[in-house]
């Protein structure tokens, strides 16, 4: 944050003499307040005064209006004003309305952690964390009404469900993380951890429940899982509200406030958060600053002495790091993946053409068993043909320009040569060989539309296509098979079966975190299937590694074999948790043309380490995400305009190196 300077611009010094004589200043002009203003290439804080007449409506947290260089806009009061460095010689201006009310103080000092943690803005922090719509006060929560609820222990009530008794020990650990397995109903997770909060609510005393209900917060991976879920709990009586459409209410206290990943900065103060879903990535923010709700419901549970619980059948090395981890009992952890079935693509037929007979009779043995279920197919190739080559002189279809595999996007019309595109460039020609002539292309890797093509004929079935993201059942044809990318697990609510096609694709794509990511598409499958005591595999892998610690962790049902392979390479190549990244691009250094490295890499300590990535972006990594984060901070702490006058885009904590 920027020293304290006057809203117009103008030349400003700090107060000379005593602290004492600042001390008399700061009386004789009333109270003053820092103030963010809302506006996209401002990254400071500014000083104003209170009025007396706004005096009971202004708070840290307050979203009111204040006249910058000429006009009106609105901010936040981020701080009371500091009275060290109240300047001398100029006269602060006052505020000229309250707009809203807005997060509490200690909202606005969490969205602080948040900016410094993930070098960013503070401003889109208190975005996500303001409501929606004006609110002009906060309504003080009533007590519920209703008795008291004897309050059991584990030893006084040894029949008690498993289940709860797992969430009990994990909520009682503080910081944890529960392996749920895929195919075990999340509700009850979320009830058991509720009746907890209800306990150990201010109102609970030794023997009983009181009548005030703890808040709790509840964070959930997509839009529809939150209304889903809004709607069970108020059937089941619970007090439920929606964010950020709920803000009003959830800021009252006394609900449950469940939404996405920006409901971590919830105007409640909970006494549980709960994450569920915790291994989906949708907790990670693709927009600058790119933080992650898991990082920062960590930090605010920590902050206000209550216990955050993460649920995830396959839970990350870099979540599980510094946590303790709570399973169900052996057996009923492995019955909830189900049954995993693998084809080795070693042993197949080669004049198959990668669509083994076995396939097939899967395929039609789930439709026999569940003609009111689809059969989904994954393939993670859009498209048409994703690699070509020429059956003639055995040229790869390459770009002229960059060098890349070319891509049929779609069927050619009959008679036509159709064409092919670089998906890297955009450069576009005729499907011709450029070396021999030969308009006679061999597809070696087929995408999902050529895939659907020959599913088709192999099937004798219609197949249809899922292609793109949105929400769950909208525009899913009601073919009995469904073929797409990894989106269609999203799309899809049930399914009698899953085939991932090529399974291999997903263990082996150019990122550290592909096994991991691999095991949460499969848990995602599971999750799928209707049946769970189908004679058949529900779930079934084609890949050429059968032994693979992912494809072995499925089929057991136990990814502690994924996490002990994970911490030993992560150990071995000092990757995260071991050491903290963050991915700079500089698109001043692309253009100087420079091989070496920008001058802002000098300025970092000399505990962190640059390394020029592809494409005019820079590997700063550290021992951990602490030193990383200060060391990011020193980037913008001589710069008044902060973050946004620097010009380099930061990414801490990037998915894909």
Known sequence: MAAASSPEPATTKEVAGPVAGRERAVQRLGRVVEVLPDVSGIDRSFHYLVPAELESAVAVGTLVRVRLHGRRVRGWVIAEGSKAALPDGVALQPLADVVSAGPPPEVVALCRFAAWRYAGRLRPFLLAASPERIVRDVPAHPPRAGGSLPLRTAEEDPGRNPLESAVGRALAAGDAVLRLPPATLRLPVVMAALEWSDRHSPGASAGSVGPERGSALVLVESREDAVRLVQHLGALGRDASLLPEDWRAVAAGGRVGIGTRNA???????????????????????????????VIAAERARRAGVPVLYVSPCPSVEL??????????????????????????????????????????????????????????????????????????????????????????????KGELGELSCPTCGSVRAAVC?????????????????????????????????????????????????????????????????????????????????????????????????????????????????????????????????????????????????????????????????DGLPGWAAALPSNLSVVRAAGGRFLVSGPDSRLLADGLAGLVAGEPGGWAAVGLRVEVDPLDV
């Open 264 to 294: 971590v900065l919830a105007p409640s103060s909970p006494s549980v958060i709960l994450v569920l879903d915790a291994h989906s990535e949708a907790y990670r923010s693709e927009r600058v600053p790119t933080f992650d709700a898991r």
């Open 320 to 413: 599980l790091s510094g946590r303790v981890l709570v399973r169900l009992e052996r057996s009923a952890e492995r019955a909830g993946w189900g049954r995993i079935g693998v084809l080795d693509t070693r042993r197949e037929d080669p004049r198959e053409g990668g669509y083994p007979s076995r396939l097939a009779t899967l395929v039609r043995e789930a439709l026999a068993a569940c003609p009111a279920r689809q059969v989904v197919v994954v393939l993670n190739r859009k498209g048409r043909a994703r690699l070509l080559c020429c059956p003639s002189c055995g040229e790869v279809q390459r770009c002229d320009a960059c060098g890349k595999a070319m891509v049929q996007p779609a069927k050619p019309a």
């Open 434 to 594: 450029p070396t021999c002539g030969s308009a006679r292309l061999r597809i070696l890797r087929p995408g999902v539309s050529r895939a659907r093509e020959q599913l088709g004929a192999l099937l004798s079935l219609p197949v249809g296509e899922v292609a793109g993201g949105g929400p769950p059942g909208a525009g899913v044809p009601d073919d009995p098979v469904l073929i797409g990318t990894e989106a269609v697990l999203h799309r899809v609510g049930r399914a009698s079966m899953v085939v991932f096609l090529d399974f291999d694709q997903e263990l082996l794509v150019a990122r550290f975190r592909a096994a991991e990511h691999a095991l949460v598409l499969v848990a995602r499958a599971v999750r799928m299937v209707a049946e769970r005591s189908a004679a058949f595999p529900q779930v079934v892998l084609r890949t050429s590694m059968p032994d693979h610690e992912v494809v072995e962790a499925a089929r057991r049902g136990d990814p502690d074999i994924v996490e002990e392979a994970e911490r030993r390479r992560r150990k071995l190549l000092a990757l995260p948790p071991e050491r903290a990244f963050a991915l700079v691009s500089d698109d001043a250094a692309v253009a100087a043309g420079d």
